[in-house]
């Protein structure tokens, strides 16, 4: 299986107020562009469970449109952050 890699230019400071999160957030946005796209072959679907100190994450590939499982990933780790509505991603 191949290891998950995380950009870590994406996560956050855990120093920083949510405030500059969120406005990080808002300016990422307006790089974000739309394109039609061909139909995919495959689909991930994630989710994240948060405890009050950890975080659970599941990761599953399926194929499209059967949706048969390819792999299925999960990970655990502490919070470094607190939870921010809108800012889960």
């Known amino acids: 299986m ?3 890699v995380v950009a870590t230019f994406y996560l956050p400071d855990p ?6 999160a969120i406005e ?3 300016r990422w946005a307006n790089e974000v562009r739309e394109e039609d796209l061909p ?3 495959t689909i991930a679907a994630v989710d994240v469970h948060l ?3 950890t975080a659970i994450a599941v990761a599953a590939l399926v ?3 059967a949706l048969e ?9 502490p919070l470094a952050y607190p ?3 809108g800012l889960l991603s």
């Open 15 to 20: 120093t920083e107020p949510p405030a500059v």
């Open 39 to 41: 139909t995919p072959q």
């Open 69 to 77: 499982p390819i792999a299925v990933a999960s990970a655990e780790a």
């Open 24 to 26: 990080k957030q808002r």
């Open 51 to 53: 405890g009050p100190q």
């Open 63 to 65: 194929t499209f449109p």
């Open 83 to 85: 939870y921010v509505p």
């Open 2 to 4: 191949t290891p998950l």
